[in-house]
């Protein structure tokens, strides 16, 4: 027999699953600084157990609406009242197959994430949108509001900055 807190367990997973990429992509998209995102993440997913723990597992109709509420909540109280992060209201192409299959590779890439982390946050908020998220340059300029030749530019700049640091 099963008992009540494994069943939450189970129920949990199963949510955490189907969920994460779509929590994930919105909270990196409305995200101050990429490097808050597994941290609010994690807080999101945190408040989803205690509430079904408390209110029961029917309580959710909408897993993933509830879940985005509350990562709208967490954004808010991260970020304060200067909202500092993205409204998505106001908001094709591969990339660079070389690049991207150096990106993969777990010692380059924390070598090149560190030039990365160097540059402005909305070039950092690019190319974490275009490797982690894996969105072309459409979707992203969409979502962030700004048109795609812009963001082609910051990242083939950004890559021929890299290219070029990789020389000295």
């Given amino acids: 027999m099963v008992g009540k807190k494994e069943k939450y367990i189970a129920h949990f997973n199963e949510v955490y699953d189907k ?42 109709e909408n897993e993933e609406a509830l879940l985005i509420a509350i990562a709208k909540r967490k954004l808010f109280r991260y970020y304060g009242k200067k909202q500092s992060f993205l409204n998505l209201d106001d908001m094709e192409e591969d990339l660079e197959g070389s690049f991207d299959e ?27 949108l ?26 083939y700049r950004t890559i021929k900055r890299i290219r070029s640091e990789e020389k000295v």
Wanted: with cysteine; proline share 2%; charged share 30%.
């Fill in 130 to 155: 275009a490797f982690f998220e894996e969105m072309s340059h459409s979707q992203i300029a969409e979502a962030l509001g700004c048109s795609v030749s812009n963001v082609k530019n910051k990242i």
């Fill in 19 to 60: 969920t994460f990429f779509a929590v994930r992509r919105f909270v990196a998209l409305k995200c101050g600084d990429i490097d808050d995102i597994p941290d609010i993440i994690q807080e999101v997913y945190l408040e989803y157990y205690k509430m079904i723990s408390k209110k029961g597992l029917s309580y959710a």
């Fill in 102 to 128: 150096r990106l993969i590779d777990g010692l380059e890439a924390e070598r090149i994430w560190a030039i990365i982390e160097k540059e402005p946050r909305e070039v950092r908020k690019i190319f974490y």
